[in-house]
């Protein structure tokens, strides 16, 4: 006695060809959702993961659940003091304010 299988759907709308084409298309729009951040934005996001002083956070909390997770501001404070002061070397960081408070450890 041999089974045949039941008529398989790939998709609720229709053949295979339009759930394909909609995943692109959705890929797509998604690709499109990206952050308006110029070149040099990015750059400074990427050189502040580079940072000596976050790496060192980084490096300790290697293996370490307890220090990740009683550090994570620390190293969160530490990426953003690095970004900006990437920003304020490639003159992008705003103009004036007032100094951060950082948080008691």
Known sequence: MTRTAGPRKACASGPRIACASGAVALLLLLAGCGTNESPDQRACDRQANEDPAVKQ???KGVGNPYFQSNSQQE???AKQEARLACLRRRGLAP???VE???PLT
């Open 100 to 102: 951060r408070q950082k």
């Open 57 to 59: 956070l980084i490096l």
């Open 75 to 77: 190293l969160s404070v």
């Open 95 to 97: 103009a004036g304010g």
